[in-house]
């Protein structure tokens, strides 16, 4: 059974920076899609990055561009999200998914296309 575990969230002063680990069991990472997402309450689940595993092309939303950085280890059968430079406004539950390997550019990934969500992992960016 495909499962996805978010973790490495937590609070941080803006302009720090945290990254997120999206461990991956029951699958190999092998060639497919992983996605981060974030959704705060009330609001659509916001597409941030993603990553296809096997060729590694990456996708950003604009919003992000040039602060985070995602990567993948295939031998730990994770993806990691490093977040640079936050702001009160990345503030979200992060979420990560699983998809097919694709052109998401160049506004990052959709979460219409993604599925298998993880739990979630809380990022507060306060001061």
């Known amino acids: 059974q495909a499962r996805l575990v978010e973790s490495g969230g937590g609070l941080v002063q803006p302009g720090g920076s945290l990254r997120l680990s999206c461990a991956a069991s029951?699958?190999?990472?092998?060639?497919?899609?992983i996605g981060w997402f974030r959704q705060a309450p009330g609001k659509e689940r916001e597409g941030v990055s993603c990553?296809?595993?096997?060729?590694?092309?990456?996708f950003y939303a604009d919003s992000v561009k040039g602060r985070f950085t995602i990567s993948r280890d295939n031998a730990k059968n994770t993806v990691y999200l490093q977040m640079n430079s936050l702001k009160p406004e990345d503030t979200d539950v992060y979420y990560c998914?699983?998809?097919?390997?694709?052109?998401?550019?160049?506004?990052?990934?959709?979460?219409?296309?993604?599925?298998?969500w993880g739990q979630g992992t809380q990022v507060t960016v306060s001061s």
């Open positions: 990553i296809n595993t096997g060729d590694g092309r990456t």
């Open positions: 998914g699983l998809g097919r390997p694709g052109d998401y550019g160049p506004v990052g990934p959709r979460a219409a296309d993604f599925g298998d």
């Open positions: 029951g699958f190999s990472l092998g060639y497919l899609a």
